[in-house]
Nanobody, 126 residues
Framework: QVQLVESGGGLVQAGDSLRLSCTTS????????VGWFRQAPGKEREFVAA????????YYADSVKGRFTTSRDNAKNTVYLQMNSLRPEDTAVYYC???????????????????WGLGTQVTVTS
């Protein structure tokens, strides 16, 4: 069974940085695109960032563009989300998700991903 495990969340102050990691048991990791989503209390899950199978293309929500960077190390079956200049509105549970590289659906939508982690909490205080 494919597993994705997020780590690196925590409680930080506005302006601080965090790096989230997403490690997976997927056999050939480079066959999968990976997305990051988040869900704040009382809000719907929203797209944050995504990265193509070899990391050549990345995609970001407008709200995080210029502050967050996603990267991947296929040799380690790991994707990262570097979050800088964090804001209180970034507070949410962050999820990583993996989908077949040629599967249908845009990088920006949850339907494009087949496997999901359980999430890691990020809390940003003002």
């Amino acid at each position: 069974q494919v597993q994705l495990v997020e780590s690196g969340g925590g409680l930080v102050q506005a302006g601080d940085s965090l790096r989230l990691s997403c490690t997976t048991s997927i056999g050939t990791f480079s066959n999968y695109k990976v997305g990051w989503f988040r869900q704040a209390p009382g809000k719907e899950r929203e797209f944050v960032a995504a990265i193509s199978r070899y990391g050549r293309s990345t995609y970001y929500a407008d709200s995080v563009k210029g502050r967050f960077t996603t990267s991947r190390d296929n040799a380690k079956n790991t994707v990262y989300l570097q979050m800088n200049s964090l804001r209180p509105e970034d507070t949410a549970v962050y999820y990583c998700a993996a989908g077949w590289w040629s599967g249908s659906g845009s990088y920006y939508y949850a339907e494009a991903y087949d496997y999901w982690g359980l999430g890691t909490q990020v809390t940003v205080t003002s």
